[in-house]
């Protein structure tokens, strides 16, 4: 095994590469020595910034000998094809979430990783948080006794923050389910194990302007007896960081004085001039990267077990006991995200993949159309694709 750091290529160097910025540069594990992007002044501001090599096409860069393994951050409709491209070229691959829109092509995927013998991680999803991970192996040490029942919540303003038009169409995978709900979905798998059995749902889609579901409640059972209860709304009026200790989903302090400040960003602008804005806040854009001090989060979760409840928070778990409270905490730093490189480096150095693999981002997916279909039959949805979280 070499301790040498991963040699990662890029592929797509929009915002979800921004997101990631400070965890690469952070992290001595991980160097980035290529990306492939359409435009010419992202690669160029790439080639500044890192001095790997800039390409046209993930093709080119799959090409690369250099490149051990690639970080795929293009948009949900591409990561089919660019996995596909990947797998073929014998790269291990980090796609970003979802691992597809279809089941069908997170099942190619799956299948084409296996073949080729690569390794396949779906992430970053907030279920690699490091209060996510700790709270899951408190659960699994089975100190607390049985998981009976989970509580998620999240109310953001999702729908309001630009957008690329098919980010607006649910058969594109827009709207929150594929965007949102899949890290909810995530996050409570990985509580309860990942071994989800059935769905009941009803989703929202309320501002005729952004036809797209917007909110969802969702009941999942899970083999073992535990329920659990997502709901999400992106409509943006409460905001439930509140509720965590006004720590933004990025681990970033959050100004109560910016209330309202997506819907007014969006006011009057046709989706030319928002697909702009959104292009504002990629890499080469002269964007700064978020600052986060804490861990990041998605919302308020709460764990019930026999002997305790779990609070999650940026900074740790919050442990109702039967005769006692106490805290464990989950140190942050030195930037967020760390647990991510920490898979890349554990499954490309050492052969041993995440609970994260392509096979349970395929199962994460299942529950997103469940959720989609309960709410349009009114019925529940068997599940039939889950594996659990140590595969
Ligand atoms: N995990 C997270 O916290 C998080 C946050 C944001 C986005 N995401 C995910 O990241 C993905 C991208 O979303 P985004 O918001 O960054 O979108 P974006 O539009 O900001 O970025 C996508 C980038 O891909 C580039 N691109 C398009 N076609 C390409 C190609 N053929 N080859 C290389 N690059 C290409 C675009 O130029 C753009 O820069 C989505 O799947 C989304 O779910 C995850």
């Known amino acids: 095994m070499t301790s040498d750091p991963v040699r990662l290529g890029v592929v797509g160097l929009g915002r979800a590469f921004m997101l990631m910025i400070p965890t690469f540069d952070a992290d001595p594990r991980v160097k980035l020595v290529a990306a492939a992007a359409p435009r010419q002044e992202s690669r160029t501001a790439f080639?500044?910034?890192?001095?790997?090599?800039?390409?046209?096409s993930i093709?080119?860069?799959?090409?690369?000998?250099?490149?051990?393994?690639?970080?795929?951050?293009?948009?949900?409709?591409?990561?089919?094809?660019?996995?596909?491209?990947?797998?073929?070229?014998?790269k291990h691959i980090l796609v970003e979430k979802p691992l597809a829109i279809s089941m069908e092509d997170a099942d190619r995927m799956v299948?084409?990783?296996?073949?080729?013998?690569?390794?396949?991680?779906?992430?970053?999803s907030h279920s690699f948080d490091l209060p996510v991970d700790l709270a899951a192996r408190l659960i699994e040490s089975g100190e607390f006794g049985a998981l009976r029942m989970i509580q998620a919540l999240n109310y953001t303003d999702?729908?309001?923050?630009?957008?690329?038009?098919?980010?607006?169409?649910?058969?594109?995978?827009?709207?929150?389910?594929?965007?949102?709900?899949?890290?909810?979905?995530?996050?409570?798998?990985?509580?309860?194990?990942?071994?989800?059995?059935?769905?009941?749902?009803?989703?929202?889609n309320w501002d005729p302007k952004r036809p797209t579901e917007g909110a969802f409640t969702a009941l999942m059972s899970f083999a073992g007896g535990c329920v659990a209860n997502l709901t999400y709304s992106g409509?943006?009026?409460?905001?439930?960081?509140?509720?965590?200790?006004?720590?933004?989903?990025?681990?970033?302090?959050?100004?109560?004085?910016?209330?309202?400040?997506?819907r007014r960003a969006l006011m009057d602008l046709d989706p030319e001039e928002e697909a702009r804005l959104k292009s504002t806040r990629t890499f080469g854009s002269g964007a700064a990267p978020i600052e986060a001090a804490h861990n990041e989060h998605f919302g308020p979760v709460i764990a019930l077990c026999d002997r305790a409840d779990l609070r999650l928070t940026p900074d740790g778990i919050e442990v109702f006991g039967d005769t006692e409270r106490r805290f464990i905490e989950a140190p942050?730093?030195?930037?967020?995200?760390?647990?991510?490189?920490?898979?890349?480096?554990?499954?490309?150095?050492?052969?041993?993949?995440?609970?994260?693999?392509?096979?349970?981002?395929?199962?994460?997916?299942?529950?997103?159309?469940?959720?989609?279909?309960?709410?349009?039959?009114?019925?529940?949805?068997?599940?039939?694709?889950?594996?659990?979280?140590?595969?």
């Open 47 to 56: 080639e500044q910034e890192y001095g790997g090599k800039g390409y046209e």
């Open 111 to 124: 299948r084409a990783a296996r073949e080729a013998g690569v390794h396949l991680i779906v992430g970053p």
């Open 235 to 262: 409509y943006a009026h409460f905001d439930s960081d509140i509720w965590m200790n006004d720590v933004g989903e990025l681990g970033q302090a959050k100004d109560p004085a910016s209330y309202g400040k997506a």
């Open 332 to 391: 942050f730093g030195p930037a967020p995200r760390k647990t991510v490189v920490e898979a890349l480096v554990r499954a490309v150095r050492e052969d041993v993949p995440p609970v994260q693999t392509g096979e349970w981002g395929l199962a994460s997916l299942e529950v997103c159309h469940a959720i989609l279909r309960s709410a349009e039959t009114g019925q529940p949805v068997a599940l039939q694709h889950q594996c659990n979280a140590h595969q």
């Open 158 to 204: 999702f729908l309001y923050r630009p957008r690329r038009p098919e980010e607006l169409r649910t058969e594109e995978g827009g709207g929150v389910m594929f965007s949102q709900a899949i890290h909810q979905i995530d996050v409570v798998r990985r509580l309860a194990g990942g071994m989800a059995e059935k769905v009941v749902a009803f989703t929202g």
């Open 59 to 90: 093709e080119a860069l799959c090409a690369d000998p250099d490149v051990e393994a690639v970080y795929i951050a293009t948009p949900h409709q591409m990561h089919v094809d660019h996995v596909l491209a990947a797998a073929k070229a014998g």
